[in-house]
């Protein structure tokens, strides 16, 4: 009973995770950009929270969760900009930019963390921060189950998700810009504006995925490994999602579990039993993607100007 | 006058000053990074990246060096060349990392279990690669999985693949593989007499002409001959190709295959001169896929670029190593590669600005 707990429990953080970032992928493409670079911009938010908790250590769990909160979702929407600015502005090649934002994200963040670490103590030239007293605020014991407020924090924002794009004029413009931004242009949306929206809101929503990835199971992290591509699973929830809030959320839940499997097969005598080398159960939820994404890209439900540079003459 | 306009006009002049523009860029703000963690050192710093092997001062020892710099070169030019042949048919080949894990797998255990001599393991290593390619081009073609998400989900799956295979072949009390010149003399690339001129360095060889060879090839099949105009025309409009006569889809998984042979040649050129080993513990995927990236864009999607572009991407990384690492992280060099590839997106923005900067220009000396 215990292990089926601690399974549900990784499940439904890494869940949170996968969904919070494939979300803010989700606003990113539905405005027209695509963004590969959401594996950087998770590890500058997580930066950015463990920043927070680095330098605060005595708050209280209430400003301990929206402070951490906050300073990974700047630090995601400033990196964001990054996206934005040649996206939009220059009409980049944006797998060129994305990519380049993933390699520097972890670059960058090494190089921070590094550089606190060395002054605040001349042999510790590492790349990882700990968080053990702050991360135990963000849990709530019920019974053996270890409740984390991030997993009811990403329900809220799930439930907003799918408010926002159908009820919402805001989401309905964004939505066009991605489909036909020249016909959402001629009846006077502004087009530049929607898609920098699109890609602040997922820098922002990257940015605290980054954060709630670092704190899933473990109290510290070594930032030179940047977040092992679940920047990239999240986008293959995204399109297993067919880019809809709330399949999203069940699509993570499922790749959640392939993710959490990993982290506590050991407590299940029968799986045990079956012999498989540990690092079968890390390969597990990439695998799963891969077969998942075989069998439903064919009827992908892509905007249709996704990843299209918005020209504002174009026909 | 008339022959200095032309001049700034050729592609090819514009592709190099863009590509000079990025690295000029990427080292100031490189620079800037340096001055914030410590204004001091900042200055002896990134000289310190930009000599590399010149650091040294005994020039036997820059000779040493600078071989370490061409040794890993070599892998580098074929990781760029990848890239770049999948992004001249319109694929982006983010999986070249994986695709040089799977050429790492098959060229140390081939070399270390099975005792293979090194021709065997570095044909193996082509096939293995390009299996993993020809995966990422077939799921393209048939189901319309975009080839960046499964290639970076087949990165991850060799990575851990490696880990657990590569961990048969390991010193008993190490994370680290067995040492190439001690268990596998076999299997080790012949030097050619290479390695007399760089003060004996025994680990360079046959895979730095091997490289270069690969470079020219690849310039001749995109550029000189049938095959390489179908798989254009592919990249270009696949339904165009198709209506043409062309088989689009076989195209696609050739150029993957094609890419993913040259990223795992690159494994063997590195892994069978016995310069490094594989730790089975690593974390991350490799990042000489993702290097491969920076350098084919840097080399303006030319092969021959490439060639330049592959020395100067690796003798910044390994200039790295020489700043001092008690105040600065080695990473600045890793952080100047990626703002190179980020600048590398504005290529066209570049050439659009210099061209109505010549423009402009030519309008006044009309009038």
Redesign the interface.
């Known amino acids: 009973m215990a292990t089926f707990l601690l399974l549900a429990e990784y499940t439904l953080i890494f869940a949170s995770v996968l969904m919070l970032v494939a979300l803010g992928g989700c606003y990113s493409e539905h405005s027209g950009v695509i963004n590969i670079g959401l594996e950087g911009i998770m590890v500058m938010g997580a930066l950015g929270g463990a920043l927070v908790m680095n330098m605060f250590p005595g708050l209280s769990a209430p400003l301990m969760i929206l402070a951490v909160m906050a300073g990974s979702m700047l630090f995601g929407v400033i990196y964001s900009t990054l996206l934005g600015f040649s996206a939009i502005h220059l009409k980049a090649d944006q797998t060129i930019i994305g990519t380049a934002m993933n390699m520097l994200g972890v670059a960058l963040a090494t190089i921070i963390v590094k550089t606190i670490n060395m002054q605040a103590n001349a042999s510790n030239p590492t790349s990882t921060l700990q968080y053990i007293a702050q991360k135990k605020l963000f849990l709530v014991k019920l019974g053996s189950f270890e409740f984390n407020w991030f997993m009811l924090i990403s329900l809220v924002i799930l439930a907003i998700a799918y408010v926002v794009m159908y009820k919402t004029r805001f989401g309905l413009r964004l939505q066009a810009c991605g489909e036909f931004p020249q016909a959402a242009a001629s009846v006077g949306i502004d087009v530049y504006k929607m898609r920098w929206s699109g890609v602040l809101i997922s820098g922002l929503l990257g940015g605290l995925g980054g954060i709630v990835y670092i704190m899933a199971g473990v109290s510290e992290w070594k930032f030179e490994n940047g977040v092992a591509g679940f920047g990239f699973l999240a986008m293959a929830v995204m399109i297993f999602g067919q880019y809809r809030p709330l399949r999203i959320g069940v699509s993570a839940l499922l790749f959640g579990f392939f993710r959490a499997l990993g982290n506590v097969y050991t407590g299940f005598g029968f799986l045990v039993a079956l012999n498989i080398p540990s690092t079968l159960y890390n390969m597990l939820p990439y695998i799963v993607c891969l077969i998942v994404l075989t069998f439903t890209s064919k009827n992908s439900r892509a905007p249709k100007a996704d990843g299209i540079p918005y020209e504002k003459g174009q026909r | 006058m008339e022959k200095n306009k032309s001049f700034l006009r050729n592609e090819g002049v514009q592709a190099l000053l863009s590509s000079i523009l990025c690295i000029i860029i990427g080292l100031i703000i490189g620079y800037i990074?340096l001055l914030f963690?410590n204004p001091q050192g900042a200055s002896g710093a990134i000289l310190a990246i930009i000599k590399n092997w010149a650091n040294s001062s005994r020039s036997t020892l820059q000779l040493k060096n600078l071989g370490s710099t061409l040794v890993n070169t070599a892998p580098l030019l074929l990781c760029s060349l990848s890239v770049l042949f999948a992004y001249k048919v319109g694929l982006?080949n983010?999986g070249a990392s994986g695709q040089y894990t799977a050429g790492i797998i098959v060229a140390l255990y081939g070399a270390l279990a099975l005792h293979l001599p090194w021709i065997v393991c570095m044909v193996l290593s082509i096939i293995a690669g390009a299996i993993v390619g020809a995966i990422s081009g077939a799921?393209k073609a048939y189901?319309?999985?975009?080839e960046?998400?499964?290639g970076?989900?087949?990165?991850?799956?060799l990575l851990?693949?490696a880990?657990?295979i590569l961990s048969s072949v390991k010193e008993p009390s190490d994370i680290y593989t067995l040492k190439m010149a001690k268990n596998a003399p076999q299997a080790i690339l012949p030097t050619l007499g290479l390695n007399s001129i760089f003060n004996n360095h025994q680990y360079v060889g046959i895979a730095i002409p091997i490289a270069l060879i690969a470079a020219i090839l690849v310039w001749i099949i995109l550029d000189k001959t049938k095959l390489g105009y179908e798989l254009k025309a592919t990249g270009l409009n696949k339904n165009g190709a198709k209506y043409a006569g062309m088989k689009e889809n076989q195209n696609i998984i050739l150029t993957m295959a094609i890419a993913g042979g040259l990223a795992g040649l690159a494994a063997s050129c590195l892994y069978l001169t016995g310069i490094t080993e594989w730790s089975c513990a690593t974390?991350?995927?490799p990042g000489m896929g993702?290097n491969g990236?920076?350098a084919a864009?840097l080399g303006g999607l030319n092969p021959l670029g490439s060639i330049l572009s592959s020395y100067f991407i690796q003798h910044i990384s390994m200039g790295g190593s020489f700043v001092d690492?008690?105040?600065y992280?080695s990473?600045?060099a890793?952080?100047i590669?990626?703002?190179i590839?980020?600048l590398?997106?504005?290529v066209?923005?570049f050439k659009l600005m210099m061209n109505q900067f010549l423009d402009k220009k030519d309008a006044k000396g009309g009038k």
């Open positions: 990074v963690i982006f983010i799921l189901q319309n999985v975009s960046v998400i499964s970076i989900m087949l990165n991850w799956i851990y693949a880990n657990m974390a991350s995927v993702f990236i920076a864009f690492l008690s105040i992280p990473q600045v890793d952080l590669s990626s703002i590839i980020y590398c997106g504005f066209a923005f």
